[in-house]
T-cell receptor
Framework: DTAVSQTPKYLVTQMGNDKSIKCEQN?????MYWYKQDSKKFLKIMFS???????INETVPNRFSPKSPDKAHLNLHINSLELGDSAVYFC??????????FGSGTQLSVL | DQQVKQNSPSLSVQEGRISILNCDYT??????FLWYKKYPAEGPTFLIS?????DKNEDGRFTVFLNKSAKHLSLHIVPSQPGDSAVYFC?????????????FGKGTKLTVNP
């Protein structure tokens, strides 16, 4: 019954690999997000989708590509992983401009 | 450039006492402020919010105070309980931005000792 679920919870991979993180929400929300929490603990928005349409794309390398097959899903694909991509990635959803509901996070470690 | 600052990385209080978590912001366009609570290995969960048209919002043991002239807000937890031990994030959004434009602080780790 998890409202916002993301998989995997942990992801350990080598530099140069391509990986994906999946996110699904069952709250019926129109908007979904990807946030990154880096080593300095800041939570920063990466992308936002509203009804499958990209509405926010912060300064993120184009190795990161979000894909939203429907409004309940927002996946994050990362090409050519680098050491600096190691972080915790959080998926979130909201209804219009209301509070965010976060997933439990994916801890990505690039070796 | 940190637009939302939580200058205390940690805070320790005794059970039953008041916990006061502080947050400062620099962007005068922010008009909506939220507090999120995060337990280890979980995502942040919404706690309480306040609009810039108010200076106080209360929800049970949690009260948020906003001082717009000082660009400062605080979260009061009274009485503090051991289950309140978590990291608390302050967040803010610009006029018309709503949740789409939330800017978070670095968080303050609260420890409530029994």
């Amino acid at each position: 019954d998890t409202a916002v679920s993301q998989t995997p919870k942990y992801l350990v991979t080598q530099m140069g690999n391509d990986k994906s993180i999946k996110c699904e929400q069952n709250l019926g929300h129109d908007t979904m997000y990807w946030y990154k929490q880096d080593s300095k603990k800041f939570l920063k928005i990466m992308f936002s989708y509203n009804n499958k349409e990209l509405i926010i794309n912060e300064t993120v390398p184009n190795r990161f590509s979000p894909k939203s097959p429907d409004k309940a899903h927002l996946n994050l694909h990362i090409n050519s992983l680098e050491l600096g991509d190691s972080a915790v990635y959080f998926c979130a959803s909201s209804q219009r401009a209301e509070k965010l509901f976060f997933g439990s996070g994916t801890q990505l470690s690039v070796l | 450039d940190q637009q939302v600052k939580q200058n205390s990385p940690s805070l320790s209080v005794q059970e039953g006492r008041i916990s006061i978590l502080n947050c400062d912001y620099t962007n005068s366009m922010f008009d909506y402020f939220l507090w999120y609570k995060k337990y280890p290995a979980e995502g942040p969960t919404f706690l309480i919010s306040i609009s810039s048209i108010k200076d106080k919002n209360e929800d049970g043991r949690f009260t948020v105070f906003l001082n717009k002239s000082a660009k400062h807000l605080s979260l009061h937890i009274v009485p503090s309980q051991p289950g309140d031990s978590a990291v608390y994030f302050c967040a803010a959004s610009e006029k018309g931005g709503g949740s789409e434009k939330l800017v978070f602080g670095k968080g303050t780790k609260l420890t409530v000792n029994p």
